[in-house]
């Protein structure tokens, strides 16, 4: 086959496709549902969710561990913001912004889940998967911050929200390009 002739997924450079209104509507929808059950909720679990994302935190565990057990810890919450990471890269190549904004969507909402369990690092009241260690009071301790996982836990809660308006911003930034250069 000739390289030159395989149909590339990439956008052109700065090439990005038109937002239309139902892409703009679905990740604002989106965007608002998550951050309200978030907030609605008594312990900011979004149960479809945060549930899938609680099978690539633990899968990341397992698959770091295979390289370094000291590194272990650290794999759930890797794993965890590499999906969507992945997600939102892959659609930035594809020059598709809705799905990079979604993307970016769910590494927010990923980060209100992450935020929540280094907020518990001290407390440890949070029901753990499988009993075991609880890997932000391991990470604290190991970086000397046990004392300020509230704090650390707000930072990267306000970095997760950030994300998700910022993506539904972007966005609509595009959109209302969009809709004026076909004017």
Request: proline share 5%.
């Amino acid at each position: 086959m000739n390289p030159g002739s395989a149909k590339s997924t990439d956008a052109p450079a700065g090439r990005w496709q038109p937002v239309g209104t139902p892409a703009l509507l679905a990740v604002l929808g989106v965007t608002l549902v998550l951050l309200g059950v978030h907030w609605a909720s008594r312990d900011g679990w979004i149960p479809l969710v945060d549930s899938a994302n609680l099978a690539f935190h633990e899968a990341g565990h397992p698959i770091v561990g295979a390289f370094s057990d000291r590194l272990m810890v650290y794999g759930g919450t890797m794993f965890q913001l590499l999906f969507p990471t992945v997600v939102a890269i892959h659609f930035a190549r594809r020059g598709e912004p809705a799905g990079l904004a979604l993307g970016v969507v769910w590494l927010g909402e990923n980060l209100l889940n992450v935020a929540r369990y280094m907020a518990d690092a001290r407390a440890q009241e949070l029901p753990l998967v499988g009993g075991g260690e609880h890997d932000w009071t391991e990470i604290f301790l190991r970086w000397g911050v046990l004392q300020k996982d509230v704090k650390i836990a707000g930072f990267t809660r306000w970095l997760g929200i950030a994300l998700m308006i910022g993506s539904v911003v972007w966005l609509w930034r595009r959109y209302r390009n969009d809709k004026r250069e076909r004017a």
